[in-house]
């Protein structure tokens, strides 16, 4: 693997956690768990990346405890990967991307996709962030306090 | 800038959020300017990476309207980099990462930085996804529509 600057040992959760999901492919193929995808080629088939970039991905994600290998449910000799409890609480980052993505970086007339939630069909309300209330709060009014402060 | 695969056109938010701000720096760059990071020289020394990194990075964000330049707040030649209510509209997405990682990688014992609301001290409740009557929604509850279904 490439040598690059890691946060591992940061006590800043967000650089943790930009270190182990903060890249592009990463973040595309757990998008595709979400959607059902499961097997390598399917991956490959929908991403277009190339096999050793997948490969490499897939092995970080497993890795890390995000996805799981288990055998192939048909029973055929293909494994497929699945997300792990770890993996599926990515599940609000995602939807905190789509919806920014939603806002943002599409025309008002432009079509995109849409997650709905399959009781009401309509889509999810917006993320907001809150206080312990349940307030909703802005960045302005929050604060990080690092640790031994 | 290197090439690489674009998800501009897709049709999938998540792609097309990705695309933009789904890489390491840039995501330590956008919690840095909610931390109150005004200067290339506070960012540069905060995250310790290349001037050139750094300069791609931020003329990327500014460029995708994330950030925009000011003049220095002192009156001093050095302009700053301040976020534009787009980039401030990451605040839920840099929540859902700081959470995550608060919750899968940190042992119980280790210390690690707090986000708290300025108001109560506290920190903020944990992010749902919820519908649009508010009810929380688990990923197995939601449905991607792709345009043209």
């Not at 690059?4 to 998008?31: M, N, Q, S, Y």
């Not at 979400?34 to 970080?60: C, P, T």
């Not at 405890?65 to 599926?88: F, M, N, Q, V």
């Not at 939807?95 to 993505?101: D, E, H, M, T």
């Amino acid at each position: 693997m490439p040598q690059r600057v890691t946060h591992e040992d940061a006590d800043c959760p967000v650089a943790r956690a930009v270190d182990v999901i903060g890249d592009r492919w990463t973040l595309l193929i757990v998008r595709d768990a979400f959607d059902g995808i499961r097997r390598f080629s399917e991956y490959q088939r929908n991403l277009g990346l190339a096999k050793n970039i997948l490969s490499s991905r897939l092995r970080e994600l497993t890795a890390h405890g995000i996805l799981e290998i288990l055998p192939g449910a048909d029973g055929s000799a293909y494994h497929e990967y699945a997300l792990t409890p770890k993996g599926r609480d990515l599940f609000v980052l995602l939807v905190s991307l789509r919806q920014w993505g939603e806002t943002h970086l599409f025309d008002t007339a432009e079509p995109h996709s849409v997650l709905r939630d399959t009781k009401s069909g309509k889509p999810l309300r917006k993320l907001q962030a809150t206080d312990h209330t349940g307030r909703v709060v802005t960045s302005a009014e929050t604060v990080v306090h690092k640790v031994g402060e």
